[in-house]
């Protein structure tokens, strides 16, 4: 029986993880050269001792060996042992979260390019503020309380504990109209879609409108379900649902469209439930960052006026971290059912984190920590507001009555040039061009940045908001 790995006498740990023991031995020793574990030059132990360091036959090691030095891994010399070639350089370390390996220059995921010194571009809250402390007392609080059950395989719609606080929590400050079991627990508002892409396709859903501006992963999700997503008009009221005819569903941000930040218009609201309540068809609600409006009272929940039309979708990735990867779905019941059934028939979301955020809504601390950060984030929205009027009046913010991010509009055809400078100046912003639709109906494409204010840590701010003013034309 073969060893798990052999140490080489140099440190080396080998894992064999191809086919058979020959395969698998030549792809650790490939793999450690390719990693840089084994330098160019190394001498690499006799395949005797090889062998009897590994358990394996001697011939199996000089059969390893003799393909390495076939393929050019590896150099053979009489005298002088076996090394690894010259040649043979590391490759530099994967960045690339996948097995794949990236075509020739393909520009590298979005959130993995080299980091850059201010990050500006929206989409994840501050997370030097994670309220830890009071994260891990909650945790202690609710693993002590909970039944040894919890640790079993769970309901697939979630934790019992979160559903009850969700729905009371849901309905107290976003007028959402739910009991426990209409709630179905995901994993992040991505997965949400995923699952429910699922559900609408199988039961013979064919078109799910979505908005002219909003991001391309959610759009994805639902092409992956096979659905078809036509863009839907956007003027300056937001969204225009008007033009709803035949859709089955439609994707919607009501509260603060993601990224242009206007709620949608009241009279839109009615036509948009109008339309669901003629034809069948289903709203579903993405609630992103209901929790940050800073003009007045929140924009209450779509869903609120029409349960069994709206899906409503919230997510703890704005106000708490995306890292949580909470996020929850409230359906009509028949929907709840299926969404569990499609989650895969057991609980795939953490326990652990789910009775957390269930003791964090019960005990008052998720209010207090979304009161505070609306605060630091409304200071910080100001303190952006401020420094263009001074900085670069020519330039103005639109959609900052909500929300972590402002939609900076720029004279015409500058969006790019801006977005080239900021890189420079190792600063990350996304033009607004990156969330239009392709086939979007909109009045004149607006060249804008779509600037992210909740990011940067709070030492970090001031430093964000004057590289920003520095490349804005002023
Ligand atoms: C428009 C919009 N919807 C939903 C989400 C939340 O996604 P998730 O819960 O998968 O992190 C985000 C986060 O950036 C968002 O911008």
Redesign the pocket.
């Known amino acids: 029986m073969a060893k798990p790995w052999a140490t080489l006498g140099i440190d080396l740990h080998l894992e064999p993880t191809g086919p058979g023991v020959r395969g698998g031995l030549t792809d650790a020793l490939r793999e450690a050269v390719r990693s840089g574990r084994l330098a160019p030059g190394t001498r690499l132990p006799s395949s005797r001792t090889l062998a009897a360091d590994l358990g394996i036959a001697r011939n199996t090691v000089a059969d390893a060996y003799a393909d390495l030095v076939a393929e050019g891994w590896l150099t053979a010399r009489q005298g002088s042992g076996t090394r690894v070639a010259m040649g043979a350089l590391p490759t530099p370390l994967r960045q690339w979260g996948s097995a794949a390996v990236p075509p020739v220059g393909a520009a590298p995921p979005r959130r993995e390019r080299h980091r850059p010194t201010y990050d500006l571009r ?3 809250p501050d997370l030097a503020s994670f309220p830890r402390a009071e994260w891990l007392k909650a945790a202690r609080r609710a693993f002590t309380a909970a039944p040894n059950d919890a640790l079993g395989y769970g309901d697939p719609r979630g934790r019992v504990e979160l559903r009850t606080a969700l729905a009371g929590y849901l309905a107290r400050s976003r007028g959402v109209r739910t009991d426990p079991d209409r709630i179905v627990v995901v ?6 879609l995923k699952v429910l892409g699922a559900v609408l396709r199988a039961r013979g859903v064919r078109t799910v409108a979505v908005e002219s501006y ?2 391309r992963v ?1 759009e994805d999700q639902l092409k992956a379900a096979g659905l078809h997503t036509p863009p839907l008009p956007f003027d300056e009221l937001g969204t225009d649902p008007a033009h709803l005819t035949d859709e089955d569903a439609v994707l919607l ?1 009501p509260a603060h469209q ?2 242009m930040g206007v709620p949608l218009h009241r009279d839109r609201r009615a036509v948009v439930l109008d339309w669901a309540r003629r034809t069948g068809g289903l709203v579903l609600e ?1 609630d ?2 209901g929790e940050f409006r800073y003009d007045r009272q929140p924009v209450g929940a779509l869903q609120g006026l029409d349960p069994d039309h709206v899906v409503y ?1 919230g ?4 106000s708490l971290a ?1 890292g949580l ?3 929850w779905m409230v359906l009509p019941p028949a929907l709840a059912e299926a969404a569990a059934a499609a989650k895969g028939g057991i609980d795939t979301c953490g326990v652990l984190d789910q009775l957390t955020l269930a003791e964090f809504l019960t005990s008052g601390a998720y209010d207090r920590h979304v009161r505070s950060a609306r605060l630091r984030y409304r200071r910080r929205r100001d303190a952006l507001v401020a420094a263009l009027a001074a900085h670069a009046p020519e330039v103005q913010a639109t959609g900052i009555a909500a929300g972590l991010h402002a939609v900076l509009r720029l004279p015409p055809a500058s969006e790019r040039s801006v977005v080239q400078a900021a890189a420079w100046q190792g600063l990350a912003v996304d033009g607004l061009t990156c969330y239009r639709h392709p086939h979007a109906i909109a009045e004149q494409p607006m060249d804008a940045l779509v600037v992210g204010y909740g990011t940067p840590p709070d030492h970090a701010w001031s430093g964000a908001l004057d590289a920003l003013c520095a490349v804005l034309p002023g």
């Not at 997510?315 to 704005?318: E, F």
């Open positions: 929206p989409g994840t994993a992040g508002f991505v997965h949400g909003g991001l959610h941000t993601f990224p993405d992103y960052d979708l997510t703890a990735s704005k995306p990867r909470l996020a």
